[in-house]
């Protein structure tokens, strides 16, 4: 059974910078789109980014343009998502999928369409 484990999560002050990490732990888990999600305390899981594995195409919410940016790492079978220039608003719990149907391109951002998830790092960031 394929896992996704994130880390990097913390807590940081407004303005500063965090690294999360999704490590994927099989090397032959075929995935076509990996993303980060996120759920706030009282709201829906929401997407943050997303990333295609073989082309590195990206997409971004509105939310975290310019200040975020997600990656992955063939050979670490990892991906990342670098949060810079934090706001308390993004203060949430943070989530690594994987879908594993071709047609789940970047710009999916619905949650369901996302197979396999890892079980989240908290992000706190205070004012």
């Known amino acids: 059974q394929v896992q996704l484990v994130e880390s990097g999560g913390g807590l940081v002050q407004a303005g500063g910078s965090l690294r999360l990490s999704c490590a994927v732990s099989?090397?032959?888990?075929?995935?076509?789109?990996m993303a980060w999600f996120r759920r706030a305390p009282g709201k829906e899981r929401e997407f943050v980014a997303a990333?295609?594995?073989?082309?590195?195409?990206?997409r971004y919410a509105d939310s975290v343009k310019g200040r975020f940016t997600i990656s992955r790492d063939i050979v670490e079978n990892a991906v990342y998502l670098q949060m810079n220039s934090l706001k308390p608003e993004d203060t949430a719990v943070y989530y690594c999928?994987?879908?594993?149907?071709?047609?789940?391109?970047?710009?999916?951002?619905?949650?369901?369409?996302?197979?396999?998830w890892g079980q989240g790092t908290q992000v706190t960031v205070s004012s």
């Open positions: 990333i295609r594995w073989t082309t590195s195409n990206t």
């Open positions: 099989e090397r032959t888990f075929i995935r076509y789109t």
């Open positions: 999928a994987a879908a594993i149907d071709s047609s789940v391109e970047v710009t999916t951002t619905r949650a369901y369409e996302y197979r396999y």
